[in-house]
């Protein structure tokens, strides 16, 4: 939206757009065992877009072209093996948003999860699971709402380092992990896990804020605040927060949390039937 003078009315031109049709790439495949039995699979599925709208905008003082870009890609490849007891999928989502007024954003969210199960003899299995995700946000220019570098303005140690940001990037990754053993005989299981999160907040300095598909270059960069926490068993152990590089505040639990704890819960029969993964009753 423009304000113009009182008794201006802003006017522009009709939007021209530019909006190819994406690119869609999926693939898959089967892969057996001696006697002909489904033992893995492999799928991928690649999507990628570029799109761009403009306008020709004219004001009381001045007329100008106003457009916006975008590029975004996304990517899902997964396997499961041994019949389906072990999987590991790995997605992806990148993309990059620009505007002529100077505005550029770059957005990268991945993921991975990967589980096993096992079992013997006697019906007692274990599946294990771990997941490892990700958010990158990297903001150059002056956006809509505020990037969080606001809070940070009136820090001396900051606009002695860089008087001026030209933009922010938000890094955090967050990890799991988990383990599940269960005697459905016995009736009785044991579970444990870990979870863990770590998030970086900079200040950037980049080589153009020029609308464009891809992001521009870092030329600098300084860390504002940094935190980074880990939990067992929903039992927090570790804490640790910094800002400007300088420690302010730190938990450490007690060393004998960091061992997962035997915890017991009645079992109810199959797991695998249940989670509806493989073959066989267990």
């Given at each position: 939206?423009?304000?113009?003078?009182?008794?201006?009315?802003?006017?522009?031109?009709?939007?021209?757009?530019?909006?190819?049709?994406?690119?869609?790439?999926?693939?898959?495949?089967?892969?057996?065992?001696?006697?002909?039995?489904?033992?893995?699979?492999?799928?991928?599925?690649?999507?990628?877009?570029?799109?761009?709208?403009?306008?020709?905008?004219?004001?009381?003082?001045?007329?100008?072209?106003?457009?916006?870009?975008?590029?975004?890609?996304?990517?899902?490849?997964?396997?499961?093996?041994?019949?389906?007891?072990?999987?590991?999928?790995?997605?992806?989502?990148?993309?990059?948003?620009?505007?002529?007024?100077?505005?550029?954003?770059?957005?990268?969210?991945?993921?991975?999860?990967?589980?096993?199960?096992?079992?013997?003899?006697?019906?007692?299995?274990?599946?294990?699971?771990?997941?490892?995700?990700?958010?990158?946000?990297?903001?150059?220019?002056?956006?809509?709402?505020?990037?969080?570098?606001?809070?940070?303005?009136?820090?001396?140690?900051i606009q002695r380092g860089f008087p001026q940001f030209?933009?922010?990037?938000?890094?955090?990754?967050?990890?799991?992990?988990?383990?599940?053993?269960?005697?459905?005989?016995?009736?009785?299981?044991?579970?444990?896990?870990?979870?863990?999160?770590?998030?970086?907040?900079?200040?950037?300095?980049?080589?153009?804020?020029?609308?464009?598909?891809?992001f521009p270059s870092v030329r600098g960069s300084q860390?504002?605040?940094?935190?980074?926490?880990?939990?067992?068993?929903?039992?927090?152990?570790?804490?640790?927060?910094?800002?400007?590089?300088?420690?302010?505040?730190?938990?450490?639990?007690?060393?004998?949390?960091?061992?997962?704890?035997?915890?017991?819960?009645?079992?109810?029969?199959?797991?695998?039937?249940?989670?509806?993964?493989?073959?066989?009753?267990?």
């Amino acid at each position: 939206m423009w304000l113009d003078r009182p008794g201006s009315i802003t006017t522009g031109s009709t939007l021209a757009h530019n909006v190819p049709a994406p690119s869609i790439a999926v693939s898959a495949s089967i892969g057996t065992d001696a006697t002909g039995a489904n033992e893995t699979l492999t799928y991928s599925v690649d999507v990628k877009r570029q799109l761009s709208i403009s306008s020709y905008v004219r004001t009381a003082s001045s007329s100008f072209s106003a457009s916006w870009m975008q590029n975004l890609a996304y990517s899902n490849d997964g396997e499961l093996t041994a019949y389906g007891n072990n999987g590991v999928n790995v997605q992806s989502t990148t993309g990059t948003d620009a505007a002529s007024a100077g505005y550029l954003r770059q957005i990268s969210y991945p993921i991975t999860v990967n589980s096993t199960y096992t079992t013997d003899t006697s019906g007692n299995y274990t599946i294990t699971a771990n997941l490892e995700r990700g958010q990158s946000i990297k903001i150059a220019g002056q956006p809509v709402f505020p990037s969080g570098l606001q809070s940070f303005d009136v820090l001396p140690s900051i606009q002695r380092g860089f008087p001026q940001f030209q933009g922010s990037n938000l890094y955090t990754t967050q990890n799991g992990s988990a383990v599940y053993q269960a005697s459905p005989a016995a009736g009785i299981a044991t579970t444990y896990g870990t979870t863990a999160q770590d998030m970086v907040f900079s200040g950037i300095e980049v080589s153009s804020t020029s609308p464009s598909f891809y992001f521009p270059s870092v030329r600098g960069s300084q860390e504002l605040y940094h935190r980074y926490v880990k939990a067992v068993n929903s039992t927090l152990i570790e804490d640790d927060e910094s800002l400007i590089g300088r420690p302010f505040y730190t938990f450490i639990g007690s060393p004998q949390g960091d061992i997962p704890p035997s915890r017991s819960y009645v079992a109810f029969g199959s797991q695998k039937r249940v989670m509806g993964r493989g073959r066989g009753s267990f």
